[in-house]
T-cell receptor
Framework: GQQLNQSPQSMFIQEGEDVSMNCTSSSIFNTWLWYKQEPGEGPVLLIALYKAGELTSNGRLTAQFGITRKDSFLNISASIPSDVGIYFCAGQLDTGNQFYFGTGTSLTVIP | NAGVMQNPRHLVRRRGQEARLRCSPMKGHSHVYWYRQLPEEGLKFMVYLQKENIIDESGMPKERFSAEFPKEGPSILRIQQVVRGDSAAYFC???????????FGQGTRLTVV
């Protein structure tokens, strides 16, 4: 199956700092999604991207669909303790069907 | 996401028993995806269904696992003769169409003892 490389694997940051994480693929995707998952819960959709170059914001979160269609970035500004969780990227090929998930970025925010 | 309902939330089965996991998609969604997640790992695709049809089951083990999404009622993921290695969190997601965002349920945590 498709491999989505997500980095960094984990981050420990101070409250108020900005966060950046990214996801890369060897294949071209037509959709990129970003999810957050907290312990014992299902992934919650944060941002959806459908067009190369698209930049979309959701509050303090901003995500971009890379021009090459092989990568995506998620930024979180002014982090707060409730941002703690694991962030997953997910991509879908032009052929549709399944979403391929990245390996996740674990975020810890130190108050 | 509260819109996608999965039950039960927790399921304990003895080795050799059957496990049935249910997923009710969000209203108006006719596309359902099932994923499996092992502790400390990402989500692995199992199967993608539309109403009454299996579209892609490339991630589903060939034996003991089956899925359906009938015209009426929830989607069911069925695991026969469970083994300890089947212990995992199983998530279902739904979408209104194929190239669109998918919303996840809270998952069913299966423990095989």
């Amino acid at each position: 199956g498709q491999q989505l490389n997500q980095s960094p694997q984990s981050m420990f940051i101070q409250e108020g700092e900005d966060v950046s994480m990214n996801c890369t693929s060897s294949s071209i995707f037509n959709t990129w999604l970003w999810y957050k998952q907290e312990p014992g819960e299902g992934p919650v959709l944060l941002i959806a991207l459908y067009k190369a170059g698209e930049l979309t914001s959701n509050g303090r979160l901003t995500a971009q669909f890379g021009i090459t269609r092989k990568d995506s970035f998620l930024n979180i500004s002014a982090s707060i303790p409730s941002d703690v969780g694991i962030y997953f990227c997910a991509g879908q090929l032009d052929t549709g069907n399944q979403f391929y998930f990245g390996t996740g970025t674990s975020l810890t925010v130190i108050p | 996401n509260a819109g996608v309902m999965q039950n039960p939330r927790h399921l304990v089965r003895r080795r050799g028993q059957e496990a049935r996991l249910r997923c009710s998609p969000m209203k108006g969604h006719s596309h359902v995806y099932w994923y499996r997640q092992l502790p400390e790992e990402g989500l692995k695709f199992m199967v993608y269904l539309q109403k009454e049809n299996i579209i892609d089951e490339s991630g589903m083990p060939k034996e003991r696992f089956s899925a359906e999404f009938p015209k009426e009622g929830p989607s069911i993921l069925r695991i026969q003769q469970v083994v300890r290695g089947d212990s995992a969190a199983y998530f279902c997601a739904s979408s209104p169409r194929v190239t669109f965002e998918a919303f996840f349920g809270q998952g069913t945590r299966l423990t095989v003892v």
